[in-house]
Nanobody, 122 residues
């Protein structure tokens, strides 16, 4: 199976910046869409940003202009650059990817990382 591991979370003051990384490992044949989600305590999980295999991106209105998603296909890694952070951005951030394995190259499956905590103080 595939593993997704997030890193880069932490505590930052309002107005500061943070860069999250998510690296995929395993017997990977291909990776299609990659996404970042976030979830605050007692809240629903919400989509933050997504990027296709061709590099097309989209963002939630709440983060547009502040966050940038990118990927390095050679490293099987997706990034989320977060600037001008606000207390409302405080949440656990999760990486998600659609991945096919060598054992069944024609079938895409959804994989989730373990999450990384982002806390923005005022």
């Amino acid at each position: 199976q595939v593993q997704l591991v997030e890193s880069g979370g932490g505590l930052v003051q309002a107005g500061g910046s943070l860069r999250l990384s998510c690296a995929a490992s395993g017997s990977i044949f291909s990776i299609n869409d990659m996404r970042w989600y976030r979830q605050a305590p007692g809240k629903q999980r919400e989509a933050v940003a997504g990027i296709t295999s061709g590099g097309s991106t989209n963002y939630a209105d709440s983060v547009k202009g502040r966050f940038t998603i990118s990927r390095d296909n050679a490293k099987n890694t997706v990034y989320l650059q977060m600037n001008s952070l606000k207390p409302e951005d405080t949440a656990v951030y999760y990486c998600n990817a659609d991945i096919s394995l060598w054992v069944d190259a024609g079938t895409l499956r959804h994989y989730w990382g373990q999450g990384t905590q982002v806390t923005v103080s005022s």
